[in-house]
Each structure stands twice: as C-alpha cells, then as structure tokens.
C-alpha cells in the first residue's frame, strides 16, 4: 500500500477590542486597525451590513459610517451600506442570506477586503456565514450591538443559519479579522435584550469561575436596573473567559463532543425552536441552566443552597427558570426532552451534556436520568 500522509496548522489571531462612540472621526481605533492592513498598490473595499432595528435607534448611524471610512487610508467603502433586520429571523431566511452574498459579488469584495456586520448575534452569525461561503472565505469584522453579541457569540469563531427549523444546522467556523465592542449601541437596548443577554455571563461565570459568579451575584439587581459600570465588567470577564476557553481548549472548531460553553444549551436550542424562536436565545438558555443546575443538585452534586443561588440570581434579572413545554405533553414525553438526541447530532459523537459538579466547576456527563430530569422540571417549576 502506499499513501502520502498531510500534515498543516492553520494560525488564527484576533483583537475583541472595546472603545466608545466607535464612529466618532476622532475615534480612531478601528481605522487604525484597518490602516494596519492596508496595502500601498491596492485599495481593499469594504461592504456595512447594518441591522435595522440599531439604525432605527441611532438615525444618524449611516452617515457617521460613510464619514468615518472616507477618511480611512487604503480603504473604499462600497457605494451602499446594506440595512437588514435584526433578530432571529434572519436565520431562517435563505434568499436574504444570497442576497448578500450577491452583494458581495456585485461590489468586488474580495478575499483581500472585509465585510463589516454591525448589529446583535443573528445578524452577526448570518453575516460571517454569507462572508465564509463567498470566494471560500471573504475576512468579515464584528461590531456586535447587543449584550448577547458582545460578551459571548460575535467574540467566538462560529457562525451559521437556520435550517428546517434546527438552530445554525448550516454554518461555518470562520473567525473574525476583529471584533469592536462598543457600549454605546448598548444604551438602546430594550429591557428584555439587555436582561437576556447577561445570562451567557451567568453559564461561563458558573462552570469557569466562581468569583465571577459571585461578582454577579451581588451585582444582579443593578446590572437589571441598568448599571452601565457592572454591565461593562460583566460583557469584559464574560467575553476574556469565552475567548481564553475558544483558543486554550483545544478544539476551537469543536471536532470533538465535549461543550461546556454548551451548559443549559441543550433544552434552550430546543425551546428557541418550539416557541418558534418566540424565546429570546438568552431567556432559553436561562430556562435550560435553571434545569441543569437543578439537576446537578438532584445528582448530589449541587449544594441545595447553591442551586437556590443560582435561581435567585436568574430570577433577579428578570429570567424565566421554566417552561411548560418541558413538561410531560398528555401523557406524551416532552418535545424538550425528546430533543436531546437531536442535540446529540449536532454535537456528533456520543451524547455529552455540561452539568456542574460545584459553583465555577462543570463536568460533563454522556446520559441523561429522564426521571431525574423531569423531577429539576418540577422543582424549576414550584421556584418561578
């Protein structure tokens, strides 16, 4: 027999950078990012997608990012800056992800030049996507708006759509040339955005660091009341924890089963998706890491105490910490529940579930007690 074995590592490196009025001309901090990777005998383009909803909440936005690239050396702004909606539903809409994909196309975007996606998550996931199936791989930047974006999903490497109605089934792991956290877009928040966002810091704080955690925990009644100084820590330590985790763990493409960024994401991929995404992705997740904590208490390795704390602090934002479709449905199992195996092949492999074993410590588990299971429901249910 003979074979030629090919071996090669692929280095990726990114900035999360966090700078106000991001837009300012007198802000340089992403136009000296982009002048860094600028070239003498070529001028790279640039392509804005904008989401709709921040350029509603910030009506001079478009002119301030047309202004602001006029004056960036060795860079040319495509003539129009694309304005999409926010949200989840941008995920299921394929002829918009082409759309911009023709854009691309249209305006020579090239694998030398970037598109820039400002907005939260959805849009942030749907844009990397159409940038990572375009010339196989056209450089996107984050400018993530939301709570949510900031501290956990535009600071990561993933990036996807949705697909018959199973969360990010279509999707790429493409990194971004630079991420820019600005705390200004996060003033317009709506209230519910904002609570909801936080509970990604609440999952990392809780299988990563306990101080955090407790950080959190005293923090949680003013970060809902709208603390923008314990709101800028939190969106920090959370981001500097997912980040340290994407690029120290070992498998940043996720190659393997093990998730433990996934802790309470089993059920809330499901609920997103039941509740026709009617849940907000942090409101599901709070609901899934009440009912893993829960459980982890039932397995004896929670305190009682602990698990209250952890409750509490939900509850304290604002979160729910349960769902009636987690709930036997006449007789029938939950389609919750009965979506674990379906969570089992998005992972691949065996079933691997992140439980924690104490406050700032996960452990994974490969099966699921169903009697158990429904027993942290009712106990979630009975602390609403």
Known sequence: MEYIQQNFNVNFSYGVFFSSNLFDPANTCLATFLESKAEDAYVKKL?????????????????????????????????????????????????LLFSLVDAIDKYGIDRHSYVIGVGGGSLLDLVGFAAAISHRGVKHIRIPTTVLSQNDSGVGVKNGV????????????????????????????????WRSGMVEAVKVALIKDAAFFNRIEADSVALTA???????????????????????????????????????????????????????HGEAVSI??????????????????????????????QLPVWHPL????????????????????????????????????GEEVHEMDLDLLYKAVEICKNNQ
Not at 229 to 248: D, F
Not at 293 to 303: A, D, I, K, Q, R
Not at 329 to 355: D, K, Y
């Open 326 to 361: 987690l709930e036997k449905q006449n007789g029938q199992p939950s389609p919750v529940v009965a979506g674990l195996e379906e969570f089992r092949e998005h992972l691949g492999g065996r079933l691997t579930i992140s439980l924690l074993r104490e406050v700032g410590k």
């Open 162 to 193: 949705n697909y018959k109605g199973k969360k990010n089934f279509l999707g790429s792991f493409a990194p971004p040339a630079a991420v820019f956290n600005d705390p200004v877009f996060l003033t317009t928040l709506d209230s519910r955005d």
């Open 226 to 280: 709208g603390d923008m100084a314990a709101m800028h820590y939190l969106i920090y330590r959370c981001a500097e924890l997912h980040v340290q985790h994407i690029g120290g763990a070992g498998d940043p493409f996720e190659s393997g089963s093990s998730r433990p960024l996934d802790f309470g994401h089993w059920s809330a991929h499901k609920l997103e998706q039941l509740t026709n995404f009617e849940l907000r």
């Open 47 to 95: 392509l804005v997608i904008l989401d709709g909803g921040v350029a509603a909440h910030h009506p001079q936005l478009t002119q301030q990012i047309s202004r602001y690239f006029e004056q960036v050396r060795g860079f040319q702004l495509a003539p129009e800056i694309i304005t999409i909606p926010g949200g989840e539903g941008v995920k299921n809409d394929l002829p």
């Open 288 to 317: 899934g890491i009440a009912v893993d904590s829960v459980y982890s208490y039932l397995l004896g390795w929670l305190s009682e105490s602990d698990m209250q704390r952890i409750l509490t602090v939900l509850k304290n934002m």
